[in-house]
């Protein structure tokens, strides 16, 4: 019988719940699962081999589907520093002169942007009606880009799964406990007003920030990249 190498073990922080969890590195079978979705150039595939990454590694009892999708951003982040080190490559083009520079950037440099922003989840929309929100998981995220409706039916398909509760005067409603059709038709029955207060609150939930800083091989001017959530990193 071949021998089996020693895997060590880490701790890290969940994001959002403060939950400490531990973690082996990746190994050459979880990495190529990810070269394989990278190959594929496809937003989609990169997330869900990274959601499969994740629950192969790591070790505490923890629900990968219930991640939000900054917690999974984080965890990757960090499996990925203790797998193949602090620093990856990437080829980003010059802003000036579209020439692709190799540049490597820091793991251990990128935050979670808007987590500490004291941000009010609870909406009301009307003297009666008000919702409280959520973050998103990275599965919803992933099933709603997988279905390939339009913009706006995904946004609609987002505002519907960040819904949490829903508030009716003195009845309580669970979004659990309501059909996908149901919220669809709560969301589409919103004013512009109500929709776009929604939209503004999910669209600071917390993500991965690097600000990436480079001049330019060719042209030598100044470069200013703003990195933000998990594909900006491959």
């Known amino acids: 019988m071949l021998p089996k ?5 880490y701790d890290m922080i969940v994001p959002s719940t403060g939950k400490v969890i531990s973690y082996r590195p990746y190994v050459v079978k979880e990495e190529k699962i990810l070269l394989i979705a ?3 150039q496809n937003e989609n595939e990169i997330e869900k ?4 990454i994740i629950k192969e590694c790591i070790e505490s009892p923890i629900n990968v589907d219930e991640l939000t999708s900054f917690d999974v951003e984080f965890i990757f982040i960090t499996l990925r520093s203790q797998s193949v080190g602090e620093g990856i490559k990437l080829l980003p083009k010059c802003q000036h002169c579209e020439e692709p520079n190799e540049v490597t950037l820091n793991l251990d440099k990128i935050i979670v942007a808007n987590l500490e922003d004291a941000i009010d989840m609870h909406v009301k929309l009307t003297d009666d009606i008000s919702i409280d929100l959520k973050w998103h998981t990275m599965k919803e995220k992933t099933a709603l880009v997988g279905k390939k409706d339009s913009e706006t039916e995904t946004v609609i398909g987002l505002i519907s799964t960040g819904i949490e509760t ?4 003195e009845d309580i409603h669970a979004a659990k406990d309501s059909t996908n059709e149901e919220l669809i038709d709560f969301v589409e029955s919103l004013n512009t007003d109500q929709f776009n207060d929604i939209v ?8 991965l920030s690097y600000d990436l800083k480079f001049d330019c091989k060719e042209c030598s001017k100044e470069n200013s990249i703003a990195l933000k959530g998990l594909v900006d990193f491959f």
């Open 5 to 9: 190498l020693a895997t060590p073990k």
């Open 38 to 40: 990278m190959e594929s």
């Open 49 to 52: 081999a990274v959601l499969n």
């Open 166 to 169: 829903i508030y009716s005067g």
């Open 200 to 207: 503004k609150i999910l669209a600071n939930a917390p993500h």
